[in-house]
């Protein structure tokens, strides 16, 4: 049977792909650089290691695989690698190996309103590599998660320290999505051709929609502290951004700029899946307390 190819399955969305399509008896072959790392928590997973040298994946064996998707990207930059270097490059390169190998479907994950935040770098690489895909001859679908429940835990650990700080009043409006609804969901969606055929975008988000001060309050709820919330102005927020690509070097401010960026929007699109945000707090909170 042919198999799914994941790569970038070591990371948060990636293994909760691995887990959930293995679960529901989808053949699945995990691209890594970690081999061992990662058969320690998953042992029965067929696992590739793949190396990157100067952005030069090797080890790519897709022969007997009929679908790629891609959460491969970084989110720090490390070891001299830019977000053009993997979130690109790394990517294009593994199109032109699935181009080659016949490859079938390529589903790729990039960011909510990634193609309109043009000045930030995390988003312009990955949305060079969706033009890219959008022109390659394999069906392809784009995902585009509005975040991840593992996003918000600097909500709570801004509440474990006491307080929350906000920009703008607080009132800007999201709805992160658990790795587990949002891998379920993908699966679904992977066995929807037409969808790849006519070589969408796919805006998804989580179950409910909050705004930025009702997840403080939640993280607080999480940890039975009263809400603390510090509100500053949005001038201050745009200034970070100004400062921070002037005076600060990118692989240091990369992360900062995306979220201070999202941290301005409204970040909401269609709600999906069924995982609580309070209840995901709720448990990292307990790692919290037995950390403290």
């Not at 390169?93 to 390529?106: D, M, R, T, W």
């Not at 309109?116 to 690489?125: G, I, P, Q, R, Y």
């Not at 320290?161 to 658990?178: D, E, R, Y």
């Not at 201070?260 to 790692?287: C, V």
Request: include cysteine; charge should be positive.
């Amino acid at each position: 049977m042919k198999k799914v190819a994941i790569f970038g399955a070591s990371g948060y969305l990636g293994k909760n792909l691995v887990r959930a399509m293995t679960q529901r008896g989808v053949p699945v072959v995990a691209f890594v650089r970690d081999k061992e790392s990662f058969e320690q928590q998953f042992d029965s997973v067929e696992t590739r290691k793949v190396c990157f040298d100067s952005c030069k994946p090797s080890n790519i064996e897709l022969t007997d695989c009929y679908a790629v998707i891609s959460a491969l990207g970084i989110t720090k930059q490390r070891d001299g690698l830019s977000y053009e270097d993997v979130d690109y490059k790394v990517n294009a390169l593994i199109l032109h190996e699935a181009e080659k190998f016949g490859v079938q479907k390529f589903m790729y994950v990039s960011v909510f309103k990634g193609e309109t935040f043009k000045d930030v770098s995390l988003c312009k690489a990955k949305e060079h590599f969706v033009t890219e895909l959008t022109r390659s001859t394999i069906p392809s679908l784009v995902i585009r998660p509005t975040g991840f429940y593992s996003d918000m835990l600097d909500f709570l650990k801004m509440a474990q320290n006491g307080k929350v700080h906000l920009f703008g009043g607080g009132k800007q409006k999201l709805n992160p999505i658990s790795g587990n609804d949002l891998s379920i969901e993908m699966l679904r969606l992977l066995k929807n051709d037409s969808l790849f055929e006519l070589k969408q975008s796919i805006n998804i988000g989580g179950p409910r929609t909050l705004s930025h001060f009702e997840i403080a309050n939640l993280a607080f709820l999480a940890l039975d502290k009263p809400t603390v919330v510090k509100i500053h102005p949005d001038w201050l927020r745009k200034m970070i951004l100004l400062l921070g690509r002037v005076f600060i070097p990118q692989n240091i401010f990369g992360p900062y700029e995306f979220f201070f960026t999202a941290m301005g929007e409204d970040m909401n699109t269609n709600e999906y899946g069924i995982e609580s945000l309070y209840t995901f707090f709720r448990n990292h909170a307990q790692t919290l307390s037995k950390q403290n």
